[in-house]
């Protein structure tokens, strides 16, 4: 049963907590009794990628929207892996940090890349499931597909590794972005969060420390293991992404049962920005949704 606030929307409570070894910002909304959803931002964003839906979705709900571990004000530890089955792993660890025992499970890009492999690794931790443009089980279009496969080369060879230290990659992820900042969404303040860390050579280093464990190719071994999904789910996508196909969302829409789809036609890979209200609604719709009891 949840909860309904009977006034109105207080700031998220920011809350720290530790998942191996380092240190996880969180930011909670809404009554801590209720349901929990929990937000995944993707790639190369931070908490607040979901700053248009935190606040109606925390009206029934308790919303906890993390910085993954190397993310915005997380920590960037260079000791640790970032493998994807660490990582997967590692998103339960966090749940379990925050005394998470089973939650509403929301991603976008590599948060939704994540959000799968946990559903499909811990079923009964999973109450439903919403994918928002994430290359899930499969991958990126051709042109990025090459992009992230050449910043894994980089960060996985030695010889290559010192002088991409010197590359500009904030400054680049500002050019790609700049056409949504100029659009409003996001705006320059809330970018220079997503990536003005990238400026430091701390930030460089564990950037490339990312991606030398980062591997472009899909998933194939998810693919087959959709049809197991046996939780509420959503898929949000927009259809002019080109980052990522809109026919990964209709094979997912597919294959996972009972799946419902949502294509929006005005909207890229950052749907939440530039789509807030379909893609609150499309999450509410998924929270009224019963689910079906835990086997075990």
């Given amino acids: 049963m949840t909860t309904q606030r009977p006034h109105a929307y207080d700031p998220p409570r920011p809350r720290t907590v530790t998942v191996d070894g380092a240190r996880v910002a969180c930011w909670e909304s809404g009554p801590p009794d209720a349901e929990p959803v929990v937000l995944l931002h993707g790639y190369p964003a931070d908490h607040r990628c979901w700053r248009h839906q935190v606040a109606p979705l925390s009206a029934r709900h308790r919303v906890v929207t993390p910085d993954l571990l190397g993310w915005g004000v997380s920590e960037r530890p260079l000791h640790l892996p970032f493998d994807y089955d660490t990582e997967v792993a590692r998103l339960g660890r966090l749940l379990d940090a925050l005394e998470l025992d089973s939650v509403n499970l929301v991603g976008h890009d590599y948060g939704g890349f994540l959000a799968l492999g946990f559903t499909e690794a811990h079923p009964t931790r999973v109450r439903r499931l919403a994918l928002l443009n994430s290359r899930a089980h499969g991958t990126f279009t051709r042109r990025w597909y090459a992009v992230f496969s050449l910043l894994s080369l980089l960060g996985r060879n030695p010889v290559l590794r010192r002088p991409a230290l010197r590359l500009p990659f904030a400054a680049v992820h500002r050019r790609s972005l700049a056409p949504l900042v100029r659009a409003g969404h996001p705006d320059a303040r809330v970018l220079d969060g997503y990536v003005g860390w990238m400026d430091t050579p701390e930030g460089r280093r564990w950037l490339l420390h990312y991606f030398a464990d980062y591997r472009t ?80």
């Fill in 217 to 296: 190719p899909a998933r194939l071994e998810l693919r087959p293991r959709l049809r197991d999904i046996d939780c509420p789910t959503a898929v949000v996508w927009g259809r002019t992404d080109r980052y990522l196909s809109p026919a990964i969302a209709t094979e997912l829409a597919a294959s996972v049962p009972g799946a419902e789809l949502t294509l929006l036609d005005d909207a890229g890979h950052w749907v939440m920005d530039e789509r807030p209200d379909a893609v609150t609604a499309a999450l509410r719709r998924l929270l009224e949704r019963e689910r079906a009891t835990p086997t075990g």
